[in-house]
């Protein structure tokens, strides 16, 4: 059939160029992992910065951001909620997500097209950094380049899905329908607005409409990114004008993208995959296990411990379900444990590493919240570790009292134990180093994602068991890069939608009908904005969710009076609650496409857990001072 030709076609030409797209950025990302080192040694060795090394790094941050867009979409990377329509029929399925890739690429084509206009400006215009004096454009015309890129691979999924369509019959043509009239009117609403939609609609009920087109789109497939972009369009033609529509959705991404604030996350995540590369995860499995192993349970209880240690290390927490569910699961399982105690425990794990540092999740919130990067670190310490006792004398308890769910394993001597503890030194040392740094002030929360990496790249090269090669850290940067391009290009949209929220007054809205609804009671507003994160994060990961929320939820916040920083502990914890709450749970649905253990199961093993996490939450709600008292030391 053409349409499958035609993409098998395409897909073999951009292949090669999407990849050198993608080396682009990879090689970008170690200039910045390099410079950011070399300024921090200079700094505080010679006490002289590098000359213009933050410029530097903004520049090289396009480059990191935007060249790999095109590789992860034809590798269909792009974080989507799929979770309606995979109860469609394969026909339906292909039909709305070609509908909803339509959508994707015409707003990727307008924000191309934007960009450039905006590289023909700062041609025009002599556009320089303004220490080093370095031209701009040239970095822009990549982005613009990055763009086209991105919507060739767009029309390459598009072309796939039709041709799926076409070789079930024409009988099934009709399916296109839906997905192209709704596009349609999506872009002929956003480019003749005064024309076609109702005149005299007022700014917060259109602001309204914005949300639902959103969520509409979101769950119907289409990347989270552009849901927010496609209503940000819609909205901003509407509430102001056309020309200030394009302005917004193609200047806000390249302004945010060259932040230096924002290299901290590609360093970050650098870390976090170079060391799941060189085999943490099983260090850390084995040690928790000479630990803990010989109590009745003791397995599962060691398998939170190192789940939380290394989600902790990794920044995330689906990543760490997934490695423990290859290391930990066939252990417990072969041991008589029972099922659910046995995936319970591993998708559970991972949720309480994200609140140790350096997590992630509160680097995006402290970015979006302003608040201090250092601070959030530390307040995540206390929780985590309550959450990990609660849970691992949870375990403890129920095996003792039902020795089925988790037989005792083989004891340890003391000296096996002490022994044992050699397994932990990497996450020690790591956690040590950023935390150790960022306190004593050696280095800003910016930089400590750099000296981090570096380490982790040191460590890696020092191990025996498994040495970082070069073939592995390549693969480290590949998967950094595909991580970023997902993570970034959703953020930037959420900027530009929180304009949106802003102008239609819907944040003020919301503040006045929380405080009406709520009485003016801060705790039945934090219980509202809980339970949003709890369904939320039934559907996506926590970082999107995070990404997606906090423009609408911190203007409520600010109005009600919350602390930002305790506000930020109990915002992460529930995102990752929500991760494997029941009926949906994105850690649990990770957990079935890894193992042979069926969903029922494992949605009744972690149910315990869930409540556990609970019964931390509230703790944490009525005892600020664990959340607060290390930061109150800095």
């Given at each position: 059939?053409?349409?499958?030709?035609?993409?098998?076609?395409?897909?073999?030409?951009?292949?090669?160029?999407?990849?050198?797209?993608?080396?682009?950025?990879?090689?970008?990302?170690?200039?910045?992992?390099?410079?950011?080192?070399?300024?921090?040694?200079?700094?505080?060795?010679?006490?002289?910065?590098?000359?213009?090394?933050?410029?530097?790094?903004?520049?090289?941050?396009?480059?990191?951001?935007?060249?790999?867009?095109?590789?992860?979409?034809?590798?269909?990377?792009?974080?989507?909620?799929?979770?309606?329509?995979?109860?469609?029929?394969?026909?339906?399925?292909?039909?709305?997500?070609?509908?909803?890739?339509?959508?994707?690429?015409?707003?990727?084509?307008?924000?191309?097209?934007?960009?450039?206009?905006?590289?023909?400006?700062?041609?025009?215009?002599?556009?320089?950094?303004?220490?080093?004096?370095?031209?701009?454009?040239?970095?822009?015309?990549?982005?613009?380049?990055?763009?086209?890129?991105?919507?060739?691979?767009?029309?390459?999924?598009?072309?796939?899905?039709?041709?799926?369509?076409?070789?079930?019959?024409?009988?099934?043509?009709?399916?296109?329908?839906?997905?192209?009239?709704?596009?349609?009117?999506?872009?002929?609403?956003?480019?003749?607005?005064?024309?076609?939609?109702?005149?005299?609609?007022?700014?917060?009920?259109?602001?309204?409409?914005?949300?639902?087109?959103?969520?509409?789109?979101?769950?119907?497939?289409?990347?989270?990114?552009?849901?927010?972009?496609?209503?940000?369009?819609?909205?901003?033609?509407?509430?102001?004008?056309?020309?200030?529509?394009?302005?917004?959705?193609?200047?806000?991404?390249?302004?945010?993208?060259?932040?230096?604030?924002?290299?901290?996350?590609?360093?970050?995540?650098?870390?976090?995959?170079?060391?799941?590369?060189?085999?943490?995860?099983?260090?850390?499995?084995?040690?928790?296990?000479?630990?803990?192993?010989?109590?009745?349970?003791?397995?599962?209880?060691?398998?939170?411990?190192?789940?939380?240690?290394?989600?902790?290390?990794?920044?995330?927490?689906?990543?760490?379900?997934?490695?423990?569910?290859?290391?930990?699961?066939?252990?417990?399982?072969?041991?008589?444990?029972?099922?659910?105690?046995?995936?319970?425990?591993?998708?559970?794990?991972?949720?309480?590493?994200?609140?140790?540092?350096?997590?992630?999740?509160?680097?995006?919130?402290?970015?979006?919240?302003?608040?201090?990067?250092?601070?959030?670190?530390?307040?995540?310490?206390?929780?985590?570790?309550?959450l990990a006792v609660l849970v691992i004398v949870m375990t403890l308890i129920r095996a003792k009292r039902n020795?089925?769910?988790?037989?005792?394993?083989?004891?340890?001597?003391?000296?096996?134990?002490?022994?044992?503890?050699?397994?932990?030194?990497?996450?020690?040392?790591?956690?040590?180093?950023?935390?150790?740094?960022?306190?004593?002030?050696?280095?800003?929360?910016?930089?400590?994602?750099?000296?981090?990496?570096?380490?982790?790249?040191?460590?890696?090269?020092?191990?025996?068991?498994?040495?970082?090669?070069?073939?592995?850290?390549?693969?480290?940067?590949?998967?950094?890069?595909?991580?970023?391009?997902?993570?970034?290009?959703?953020?930037?949209?959420?900027?530009?939608?929180?304009?949106?929220?802003?102008?239609?007054?819907?944040?003020?809205?919301?503040?006045?009908?929380?405080?009406?609804?709520?009485?003016?009671?801060?705790?039945?507003?934090?219980?509202?904005?809980?339970?949003?994160?709890?369904?939320?994060?039934?559907?996506?990961?926590?970082?999107?969710?995070?990404?997606?929320?906090?423009?609408?939820?911190?203007?409520?916040?600010?109005?009600?009076?919350?602390?930002?920083?305790?506000?930020?502990?109990?915002?992460?914890?529930?995102?990752?609650?929500?991760?494997?709450?029941?009926?949906?749970?994105?850690?649990?649905?990770?957990?079935?496409?890894?193992?042979?253990?069926?969903?029922a199961t494992i949605f009744k093993g972690v149910v315990p857990y869930w409540t556990t996490k609970l019964v931390?939450?509230?703790?944490?709600?009525?005892?600020?001072?664990?959340?607060?008292?290390?930061?109150?030391?800095?």
């Open positions: 059939m053409w349409p499958s030709k035609a993409s098998n076609e395409l897909r073999r030409y951009l292949d090669p160029v999407t990849k050198g797209y993608l080396y682009i950025g990879m090689a970008t990302g170690l200039v910045i992992l390099v410079l950011t080192v070399a300024n921090v040694f200079s700094r505080k060795a010679m006490h002289i910065a590098v000359p213009g090394a933050l410029e530097m790094v903004e520049l090289a941050m396009y480059a990191v951001v935007f060249c790999t867009l095109a590789y992860t979409e034809l590798r269909k990377g792009h974080v989507r909620v799929t979770i309606l329509i995979d109860k469609f029929s394969p026909t339906a399925q292909d039909a709305i997500l070609m509908g909803t890739e339509v959508v994707t690429l015409a707003i990727t084509s307008i924000i191309g097209w934007q960009v450039i206009i905006e590289t023909q400006r700062m041609l025009l215009e002599g556009a320089i950094t303004g220490l080093l004096g370095i031209p701009r454009w040239p970095l822009v015309a990549l982005v613009s380049s990055a763009f086209i890129l991105f919507g060739l691979s767009i029309l390459v999924n598009i072309l796939e899905h039709l041709g799926k369509i076409v070789a079930r019959g024409t009988r099934n043509y009709m399916w296109l329908v839906p997905g192209i009239v709704v596009s349609a009117a999506l872009l002929a609403t956003s480019f003749w607005p005064e024309a076609l939609l109702p005149a005299g609609i007022g700014k917060m009920t259109f602001g309204g409409l914005a949300l639902l087109v959103l969520f509409a789109l979101l769950f119907l497939g289409t990347p989270v990114a552009i849901c927010m972009g496609a209503a940000t369009l819609w909205g901003f033609a509407y509430l102001g004008s056309v020309s200030g529509a394009l302005t917004v959705i193609s200047r806000i991404p390249l302004s945010s993208a060259s932040t230096y604030i924002w290299s901290v996350v590609p360093m970050f995540v650098l870390m976090g995959i170079v060391v799941a590369k060189i085999g943490v995860a099983e260090e850390l499995y084995n040690s928790f296990y000479k630990l803990l192993g010989g109590l009745r349970g003791g397995l599962a209880a060691a398998t939170t411990g190192a789940s939380a240690a290394f989600a902790a290390m990794v920044g995330d927490s689906l990543t760490s379900v997934m490695a423990m569910s290859r290391i930990a699961l066939p252990a417990m399982l072969t041991r008589k444990y029972d099922e659910g105690l046995a995936t319970g425990s591993i998708a559970s794990g991972g949720t309480i590493g994200i609140l140790i540092p350096p997590s992630l999740g509160f680097i995006i919130y402290g970015i979006m919240a302003e608040e201090s990067i250092g601070k959030l670190f530390m307040a995540g310490i206390l929780p985590g570790i309550l020795p089925a769910l988790g037989p005792a394993g083989g004891s340890t001597t003391l000296r096996e134990k002490v022994v044992a503890l050699k397994g932990l030194w990497s996450t020690v040392v790591l956690f040590g180093l950023v935390m150790g740094g960022l306190y004593s002030g050696f280095f800003t929360p910016t930089e400590a994602g750099a000296v981090g990496a570096f380490a982790a790249i040191i460590m890696g090269l020092s191990f025996r068991k498994h040495r970082l090669s070069w073939r592995m850290f390549l693969d480290s940067m590949e998967d950094t890069m595909g991580l970023l391009s997902r993570m970034f290009i959703i953020f930037f949209f959420a900027v530009a939608f929180a304009r949106l929220i802003a102008i239609s007054g819907i944040a003020t809205g919301l503040s006045e009908a929380v405080r009406v609804f709520g009485g003016g009671s801060q705790l039945i507003t934090l219980a509202l904005i809980l339970l949003l994160y709890l369904g939320l994060g039934c559907v996506m990961n926590a970082l999107p969710v995070l990404i997606m929320t906090l423009p609408v939820i911190l203007p409520v916040a600010r109005a009600m009076g919350f602390d930002f920083i305790w506000l930020g502990v109990l915002l992460v914890v529930m995102a990752e609650v929500g991760m494997m709450t029941p009926p949906i749970g994105m850690n649990v649905y990770a957990m079935s496409s890894t193992c042979d253990v069926p969903m931390g939450l509230v703790i944490l709600v009525f005892l600020p001072q664990i959340s607060l008292f290390l930061p109150s030391l800095m």
